[in-house]
């Protein structure tokens, strides 16, 4: 059972353009969604993170938007540039039974942003 | 060190064998997780180690797979009598402690391609 549902797989985008990248998830108990970037023959990166009692959070030219009541959240990157070429995925973390959290990986979006 | 340290960077193995996968997390980071990334798919939770508690293995395939973490710091991942469906690369993350986790997210390395033949 996948329990965060990123999407689109792949997209690309003109420079200068915005980047939209979708998740879903329907485990309630997830209450931290944290976004990874991924360069080639690198591990992902934290790139930004919102608690779901805030409904948008921007750093930068990055803004995560939260829908609670949806279950869905989105990364919006604006003013695209070819250097954010990257496998972007989407993460949600819940409380382990160890008192620890753990987090589930969406399976990544392929970005190309064309010149 | 500065961050998180994995070797071998690459390693073909012939099918059958065994393997060993290391990684050195951040000096101080009590949490250390172990991921596998197969080609198109996300990241798939492994193992989990935080400070002297047991691990949580819930995420290890089969009893091929095994990891330990000696002295709260170094971790090794073995997989035995490797097969072609265990090729991907494995990533390893720690953390600091639940806190940190929660507000920082995890620190990865750059990962171990596994390629069996």
């Known amino acids: 059972q996948q329990q965060v549902k990123q999407s689109p797989q792949s997209l690309i985008v003109q420079k200068g353009g915005i980047s939209i990248i979708n998740c879903a998830y329907e485990?309630?108990?997830?209450?931290?969604f944290p976004w990874y970037q991924q360069f080639p023959g690198k591990g992902p990166a934290l790139l930004i993170a919102?608690?779901?009692?805030?409904s948008e959070k921007k750093e930068g030219r990055f803004t995560i938007s939260f829908n609670k009541s949806a279950k869905q959240f989105s990364l919006h990157i604006m003013d695209s540039q070819p250097g954010d070429s990257a496998t972007y995925f989407c993460a949600a973390s819940e409380r382990s039974g160890a008192g620890s959290y753990q987090l589930t990986f969406g399976k990544g979006t392929k970005l190309s942003v064309i010149p | 060190g500065a961050g998180v340290s994995q070797s071998p960077s690459n390693k073909v193995t012939e099918k059958g064998k065994d393997v060993e996968l290391r990684c050195d997390p951040i000096?101080?980071?009590?949490?250390l997780y172990w991921y596998r990334q197969s080609l198109g798919q996300g990241l798939e939770f492994l193992i989990y180690?935080?400070?002297?508690?047991?691990?949580?293995k819930s995420g290890l395939p089969s009893d091929r797979f095994s990891a330990e973490r000696t002295g709260g710091s170094v971790s090794t991942l073995t997989i035995q009598r490797t097969q072609q469906e265990d090729s991907a690369v494995y990533l390893c993350?720690?953390?600091?402690?639940?806190?940190?986790?929660?507000?920082?997210?995890?620190?990865f390395g750059s990962g171990t391609r596994l390629t069996v033949v």
């Open positions: 000096s101080g980071h009590t949490a």
């Open positions: 993350a720690s953390s600091l402690e639940k806190v940190r986790h929660r507000v920082g997210g995890y620190t």
């Open positions: 180690f935080q400070g002297n508690s047991a691990p949580d």
């Open positions: 919102i608690r779901p009692d805030v």
């Open positions: 485990n309630t108990a997830f209450d931290y």
